[in-house]
Nanobody
Framework: QVQLTESGGGLVQAGGSLRLSCAAS????????MGWYRQARGKQRELVAT???????NYADSVKGRFTISRDNAKNTVTLQMNSLKPEDTAVYYC????????????WGKGTLVTVSS
């Protein structure tokens, strides 16, 4: 079992910045991918950014150049720095953990709300 604890989020004006953090605990395997997904009201959950334990990143086109993902493998934490936020970034952001090579289920945090006002 893996537990994910998220922090950060909140209300910010368009053009502002926020930082999300997620700490994983439990049965953490050295090969893994951690990242962030988001779900806006009435929409499906979508990938925002992920980073493998080896350092490979993947970003949604909509956030490239504005968001930066980083992680500390020793602490099992992943951070999402969000700059130049737009109203369309408003969503519940979920932390995700999965083993790599893939094995078993993905794990999800409870989610943290990010609201960007225009």
């Amino acid at each position: 079992q893996v537990q994910l604890t998220e922090s950060g989020g909140g209300l910010v004006q368009a053009g502002g910045s926020l930082r999300l953090s997620c700490a994983a605990s439990g049965s953490i395997f050295s090969g893994n991918v951690m990242g962030w997904y988001r779900q806006a009201r009435g929409k499906q959950r979508e990938l925002v950014a992920t980073m493998t334990s080896g350092g490979t990143t993947n970003y949604a086109d909509s956030v490239k150049g504005r968001f930066t993902i980083s992680r500390d493998n020793a602490k099992n934490t992943v951070t999402l720095q969000m700059n130049s936020l737009k109203p369309e970034d408003t969503a519940v952001y979920y932390c995700n953990y999965a083993r790599r090579p893939a094995f078993g289920m993905d794990y999800w945090g409870k989610g943290t709300l990010v609201t960007v006002s225009s």
